[in-house]
């Protein structure tokens, strides 16, 4: 009987062994990045917000890039790289703003606290099995409810900036969760710098949301 049950068993560590192998890749590829963005915006922190927004409209262009080259890794990579490059460039207003109003810690705070955040949110999926995936279509469309909000508070502005960061806060968390959750389950056919490209967005918007907060706290 002990060794009927040996295939299965061996299947199973296999199956392990290449979720594994595929979140070390993910989180290589997306620790990475994010050296480069945080480069990108220690480099361009004095450059004005219209070259900012441009060199990110610049990087989303590289993004679908990315995306359109997913079956040739290395140049998929490439392009990845050179958008977080990009959005280094177009959040270094943004950051250089909260480092000269309230001083340079409310950025390591944000970024710690992204990092150990994200750390905390994907322990929990691995050791409990937590899968949200079946919920990422509300989810989605929470991001765009909120997006719609944000572009109408633009000309009305009847949502505080505080309460529109917990909101995005709130939805990237969730997409974390979802997240890696796909890559507990193998990744559902999508390469490991597709998902590095979901992790990486979550971060991004966690760390400006998480920004956005801590450097109004210290504004009061």
């Given at each position: 009987m002990q060794f009927q049950y040996q295939p299965q068993r061996t299947h199973l560590?296999?199956?392990?062994?290449?979720?594994?192998?595929?979140?070390?890749?993910?989180?290589?590829?997306?620790?990475?990045?994010?050296?480069?963005?945080?480069?990108?915006?220690?480099l361009f922190q004095t450059v004005p917000s219209g070259l900012g927004l441009i060199a990110m409209l610049v990087g989303f262009g590289l993004l679908f890039g990315c995306m359109a080259a997913r079956n040739n890794e290395p140049l998929s990579l490439a392009l990845f790289y050179a958008f977080?490059?990009?959005?280094?460039?177009?959040?270094?207003?943004v950051v250089g703003g909260y480092a000269r109003s309230v001083g340079p810690g409310v950025v390591v705070d944000a970024a710690l606290t992204t990092g150990l955040g994200m750390f905390a949110l994907g322990a929990i999926v691995y050791a409990t099995g937590?899968?949200?995936?079946?919920?990422?279509?509300?989810?989605?469309?929470?991001?765009?409810?909120?997006?719609?909000?944000?572009?109408?508070?633009?000309?009305?502005g009847f949502i505080h900036p505080a309460l529109y960061a917990y909101l995005v806060l709130a939805i990237f968390t969730a997409y974390v969760l979802i997240d890696f959750a796909r890559i507990r389950a193998g990744g559902g056919g999508a390469t490991p710098v597709l998902l590095a490209v979901s992790i990486y967005l979550d971060g991004l918007n966690i760390f400006l949301a998480l920004l956005q907060i801590l450097g109004g706290r210290r504004r009061a």
């Open positions: 560590a296999g199956a392990s062994a290449a979720a594994h192998s595929l979140l070390a890749q993910v989180l290589g590829i997306s620790a990475l990045g994010f050296c480069i963005t945080a480069l990108g915006a220690w977080t490059f990009c959005e280094g460039i177009g959040i270094a207003p937590l899968d949200l995936r079946r919920f990422q279509g509300y989810v989605s469309l929470a991001l765009l409810a909120v997006i719609v909000l944000g572009v109408v508070s633009l000309f009305v």
